[in-house]
Every structure is written in structure tokens, then in C-alpha cells.
């Protein structure tokens, strides 16, 4: 009998420290969420106004976030703070949006033309948005 009460407290002894563990773990994941999603929402000032002249020359007619006409695409103001795209139903990551930006989707062109540096300045801005 004390075989088998030494064998239970040892077990819960290790499942509580996998337990601590497993916490301790998760926490420092979520830390590394947040500080991941704070670094892709900072935006140097002089990209973001390299990306406003591009959103003016190509989106602004169907995304015009201002001027409160009629839309031919979603508003993409506070697009950086959903977390699906309005289109697409997709995470609003980076990549999803570069990824939209150079596809086009349902109701979108593409872009194929524009160049890493280009999209870079274009989510740039977007995120001032």
C-alpha cells in the first residue's frame, strides 16, 4: 500500500510541475505575440508618406478612406487593428496583404508590377490608417 500512495504523489508531482511548465511556456509565447504584432504595426514616417503618394496613385480610387464617396473596394482605415481582411476573410498579416496587393481577388486587380520596396511603403501607410 505505501508502494502505490508514493506512486500517486509522485505522479501528481509531475503533472503539476507539467502543468507549471506548460504555463510558464504559454506565457512567454503570448509575450512574444504582442510584441510581434506592436513591431509590425510601427511604421517609419518616410515610408508611410512614400506609400500615401502610392495609395493615392493606385488604390485611392476604389479605397479612398477620406472623402466619404461611394466605395468600389472596402475601407481600409484601422485595416492593422481586424483581424480578418474585409475581402478575403484572411488574417490581416503582412504577407496576406502583400499577397492581395500583387493577386488581386475577387473584386480587385492585381498589381504585379509594384516591387517589394513599393508594397513595403503601401502597408506602411496602410497601418497609419
Known amino acids: 500500500m505505501q508502494l502505490g500512495s508514493t506512486f500517486k504523489r509522485t505522479a501528481l508531482l509531475a503533472l503539476a510541475l507539467a502543468l507549471s511548465v506548460g504555463l510558464a511556456q504559454a506565457h512567454q509565447t503570448s509575450g512574444h505575440n504582442e510584441q510581434a504584432a506592436k513591431a509590425q504595426t510601427q511604421v517609419p514616417p518616410e515610408m ?12 485611392q480610387t476604389c479605397h479612398n478612406p477620406q472623402d466619404g464617396s461611394p466605395r468600389r473596394g472596402p475601407d481600409l482605415a484601422g485595416l492593422y487593428q ?8 484572411h488574417p490581416v498579416t503582412d504577407a496576406n496583404i502583400s499577397g492581395h496587393i500583387k493577386q488581386g481577388g475577387p473584386r480587385m486587380p492585381p498589381f504585379p508590377w509594384l516591387d517589394k520596396r513599393e508594397i513595403s511603403a503601401l502597408l506602411a501607410y496602410l497601418k497609419t490608417l
Open 48 to 59: 508611410a508618406a512614400q506609400g500615401k503618394e502610392h495609395f493615392q496613385h493606385y488604390c
Open 82 to 89: 481586424r483581424k480578418l481582411t474585409p475581402a478575403m476573410k
